[in-house]
Structures are given as structure tokens and as C-alpha cells.
């Protein structure tokens, strides 16, 4: 009888699937990929319509079946919050994100399990960038993990400390890194200037990803190439060009930077994102806060030089892979300017940290991801 390993793949058919959604997709395909002999991978999915259910049996062919629970993604949401559902059963359950059936077990005396994964604190640290219905969900839902989890998955050892100052969950937290998205490789020639004159790319550029909420950092980017001398170089934004009511341009405007030198992109495609990452002279990572910094990791997959702040994650994902600017109030915009003259100026350091990317991004990869996923259940 095979050993079933049940993931809740539930974000992949959300009405916004989001970075969530991809991480979801691609640790399922790797663990199907990866299974041990005598092992399996089973679905779950909140009540959908059959259009939904096939596209996700095409999205995991290699699934061994799909369980669809009798709720509806809203109620089973509101349901596995307050603890009110045994749906969908027992097994080994890992979920990609907190949205997970937390309830009262013994594994030792079942063994049911259930892992739940926590990619970044920003309903704890940042809650006014958020719903305030996602924040309470969050926060109830973490609670409910650290009573009834038997272990919760971060993308790194910094979020790990993070964690620790919120929740006590003593020996159960595990690290398992991210990797690049599926299909984040750069086409052929032909096929990449095809895409980067749909995409509107100019000749040279530096990319960045974000919105202009201040802890991502594109503000401080945008301050720091409006200084005096520093080379005019155009700008992609992996973002939306709006945060509220704040437009990318007047920003741009605002900082001293010519706005027709600025524009925002939003791919969704991964070979759109790969020719965008690509192309760019280096990609610019300036955030102030801790997340699982999968940007950096797919910048290094294409050997892109990377210039970063020194948030914790920053420094441990990039591991003197990058250029690493000093964070922090005073002067940050200043030393950014630096960091990217100097890299736009200096063709040495750029190959020199083109090549650390490409060295660095041998560390990553879904397979590893998987792997330390089913040790994880077998340990438990």
C-alpha cells in the first residue's frame, strides 16, 4: 500500500493564484516528480466547479488522485479557522501556505499530520498594507498552527528568528529554501528580441520588483537614481504602476527622475519574466523587510547582477552573491546611487557579479525543496 503525502493545491485555481500560487504549483510538481518508492502525492481542493478540477489534474498529471472537500474555498476558509471541520480527512497533509485543516491529533497514535508553510510576518509587522480580514485570518490561523501543527515550514533561517519573537514553535520549524519558478528560462534569441519589443524593453535598463509601499524599496530606488551623477538609465518595475493613489510616474517625477525612463510590468508569463530579468544590467533588490527573497534566486538563475539591501533574508539568501548596500534611514538612497553607478560604470564588476549569481543559483532548486519536504514527514 503506498504512503500518501496530501497537499492542499487549493491556491493554484484562487481568482488571484499570486507568488503563493507558484510556489504551490512548482514544490506539488517536484514532490510528484521526486516521491520515494512506495510513495504518492493526493490533492486537496475546496469545492470547485469541473472546469477547475480538470485544470489542476492537467497542471499535476502525475497526481495520484484529487480530493475535492464538500465547502466552497469561502466557507472551507472561514470553516478551517474556527476548527469547525474534520474535512478532508487524515493522512500526511502539507499545505503551501497557513490555509490548512488545524485540528486536535496525536500522530503517534494516527498518524495524521498536518505541516503548514509561513512565507513572510507581514500581517504581524506590516498589517496596514493588508485587509484587515486577512490579517485576523492570518494571526487566528497561526495561532491555531502553533497548537495543533506538527511542524510549519519558512523559506529561511532569518524568518525563522522572526517567527521565534511571535510564536513559540520550539523544534518545529523547518527551513526548506525556495527555488525559481517553472519555466523561468530565457528563449532563443529570436523568440527573446520578439518578446522584449512586445514587452517594450529598452536596449539597457536596471529591473526592480515591488509596489511603491515604502518597505519594498522602489521609492528609495527611485531617490537614489534621481541623485546627481548617476548614470540615466531606465528602469522596469516588476509591479503594478499604482499603490493607491501614488502612480509610478509622479514618484518618479517627485525624486528627479525623468518618468519616460520608468515603466511597470506585470509577468505573468515566465518566459516574458526570464527575457525581462535577463536583459537587465543588473536587477536592484533594495526591500527593507524579510520575505523568502525568491526575487534574488531567480535574478541568480539567469546570472543577472544583483545589487541588495542587508535585510536579513537578503543576506542570507545572497551569500556575498551581490552587491550588498547598508539599509537604514540615513543615507540609504545615497549609498544605492553608488551601488548602481557602480555597477552601470564598472563592466568588470558586472561580469564579476554575474558570474557569483550564476554560482549562487546552483544552491536552489525544487528537487532539494521536495526531497527535504518528504524527509520532513518521514522524520515526523
Same mark, same amino acid.
Given at each position: &500500500?503506498?504512503?500518501?503525502l496530501? &497537499?492542499?493545491?487549493?491556491?493554484v485555481?484562487?481568482?488571484?493564484p499570486g507568488?503563493?500560487?507558484?510556489? +504551490?504549483?512548482?514544490?506539488?510538481?517536484?514532490?510528484?516528480?521526486?516521491?520515494?518508492?512506495?510513495?504518492?502525492?493526493?490533492?486537496?481542493?475546496s469545492?470547485?466547479s469541473?472546469a477547475?478540477?480538470?485544470?489542476?489534474?492537467? &497542471?499535476?498529471p502525475?497526481m495520484a488522485?484529487l480530493?475535492?472537500?464538500?465547502?466552497a474555498?469561502r466557507?472551507?476558509?472561514?470553516a478551517?479557522?474556527?476548527?469547525?471541520t474534520?474535512s478532508?480527512?487524515?493522512? &500526511?497533509?502539507?499545505?503551501?501556505?497557513l490555509?490548512?485543516?488545524?485540528?486536535?491529533?496525536?500522530?503517534?497514535?494516527?498518524?495524521?499530520q498536518?505541516?503548514?508553510?509561513?512565507?513572510?510576518l507581514?500581517?504581524w509587522?506590516?498589517?496596514?498594507?493588508?485587509?484587515?480580514?486577512?490579517?485576523?485570518?492570518?494571526?487566528?490561523?497561526?495561532k491555531r498552527a502553533?497548537?495543533?501543527a506538527?511542524?510549519i515550514?519558512?523559506?529561511?533561517h532569518?524568518?525563522?528568528?522572526?517567527?521565534?519573537?511571535?510564536?513559540?514553535f520550539?523544534?518545529?520549524?523547518?527551513?526548506?529554501?525556495?527555488?525559481?519558478?517553472?519555466?523561468?528560462?530565457?528563449?532563443?534569441?529570436?523568440?527573446?528580441?520578439?518578446r522584449?519589443?512586445?514587452?517594450?524593453?529598452p536596449?539597457?535598463?536596471?529591473?526592480?520588483?515591488?509596489?511603491?509601499?515604502?518597505?519594498?524599496?522602489?521609492v528609495?530606488?527611485?531617490?537614489?537614481?534621481?541623485?546627481?551623477?548617476?548614470?540615466?538609465?531606465?528602469?522596469v518595475?516588476?509591479?503594478?504602476?499604482?499603490?493607491?493613489?501614488v502612480?509610478?510616474?509622479?514618484?518618479?517625477?517627485?525624486?528627479?527622475?525623468? *518618468?519616460?525612463?520608468?515603466?511597470?510590468?506585470?509577468?505573468?508569463d *515566465?518566459?516574458?519574466?526570464?527575457?525581462?530579468?535577463?536583459g537587465?544590467?543588473?536587477?536592484?533588490?533594495?526591500?527593507h523587510?524579510?520575505g523568502?527573497?525568491?526575487?534574488l534566486?531567480?535574478?541568480?538563475?539567469?546570472?543577472?547582477?544583483?545589487?541588495?539591501?542587508?535585510? *536579513?533574508?537578503?543576506?542570507e539568501?545572497?551569500?556575498e552573491s551581490?552587491?550588498a548596500? +547598508?539599509?537604514?534611514?540615513?543615507?540609504?538612497?545615497?549609498?544605492?546611487?553608488?551601488?548602481?553607478?557602480?555597477v552601470?560604470?564598472?563592466?568588470?564588476?558586472a561580469?564579476?557579479?554575474?558570474?557569483?549569481?550564476?554560482?549562487?543559483?546552483?544552491?536552489f532548486?525544487?528537487r %532539494?525543496?521536495?526531497e527535504?519536504?518528504w524527509?520532513?514527514?518521514? %522524520?515526523?
Amino acid at each position: &500500500m503506498a504512503t500518501t503525502l496530501r &497537499m492542499v493545491v487549493d491556491q493554484v485555481i484562487a481568482p488571484v493564484p499570486g507568488p503563493l500560487g507558484v510556489y +504551490t504549483q512548482a514544490l506539488t510538481t517536484a514532490l510528484i516528480a521526486n516521491a520515494p518508492a512506495g510513495c504518492e502525492v493526493e490533492g486537496i481542493v475546496s469545492s470547485s466547479s469541473v472546469a477547475e478540477i480538470e485544470q489542476v489534474e492537467a &497542471m499535476f498529471p502525475g497526481m495520484a488522485r484529487l480530493y475535492k472537500t464538500s465547502l466552497a474555498r469561502r466557507e472551507l476558509t472561514a470553516a478551517w479557522q474556527l476548527g469547525l471541520t474534520t474535512s478532508p480527512g487524515g493522512g &500526511m497533509i502539507h499545505a503551501p501556505g497557513l490555509f490548512a485543516p488545524l485540528r486536535r491529533h496525536d500522530r503517534t497514535v494516527s498518524g495524521d499530520q498536518v505541516v503548514v508553510t509561513l512565507h513572510d510576518l507581514a500581517p504581524w509587522r506590516h498589517p496596514e498594507a493588508l485587509t484587515p480580514s486577512y490579517v485576523a485570518w492570518a494571526k487566528a490561523i497561526l495561532k491555531r498552527a502553533r497548537r495543533h501543527a506538527d511542524a510549519i515550514v519558512v523559506p529561511t533561517h532569518a524568518l525563522a528568528e522572526r517567527l521565534a519573537e511571535i510564536a513559540d514553535f520550539g523544534d518545529r520549524v523547518r527551513v526548506i529554501g525556495t527555488a525559481p519558478r517553472p519555466g523561468l528560462v530565457r528563449p532563443a534569441a529570436l523568440e527573446a528580441s520578439l518578446r522584449a519589443t512586445r514587452l517594450g524593453l529598452p536596449s539597457e535598463y536596471l529591473v526592480t520588483g515591488g509596489t511603491l509601499e515604502p518597505r519594498a524599496g522602489v521609492v528609495d530606488l527611485l531617490e537614489a537614481l534621481g541623485r546627481p551623477g548617476v548614470p540615466a538609465v531606465p528602469l522596469v518595475v516588476l509591479g503594478p504602476a499604482t499603490w493607491g493613489e501614488v502612480h509610478l510616474a509622479n514618484v518618479a517625477a517627485e525624486a528627479g527622475v525623468d *518618468p519616460r525612463l520608468v515603466r511597470a510590468i506585470e509577468c505573468d508569463d *515566465p518566459a516574458d519574466l526570464a527575457v525581462v530579468l535577463s536583459g537587465a544590467i543588473a536587477a536592484v533588490a533594495p526591500g527593507h523587510d524579510d520575505g523568502a527573497a525568491t526575487g534574488l534566486i531567480e535574478a541568480f538563475s539567469l546570472g543577472v547582477p544583483v545589487i541588495h539591501s542587508t535585510t *536579513p533574508t537578503h543576506l542570507e539568501v545572497a551569500a556575498e552573491s551581490g552587491l550588498a548596500v +547598508t539599509i537604514g534611514s540615513g543615507g540609504y538612497a545615497d549609498r544605492l546611487a553608488a551601488a548602481v553607478t557602480s555597477v552601470v560604470e564598472q563592466p568588470a564588476l558586472a561580469e564579476r557579479l554575474s558570474i557569483t549569481s550564476s554560482d549562487r543559483a546552483r544552491a536552489f532548486s525544487w528537487r %532539494d525543496s521536495a526531497e527535504r519536504v518528504w524527509q520532513l514527514h518521514a %522524520d515526523l
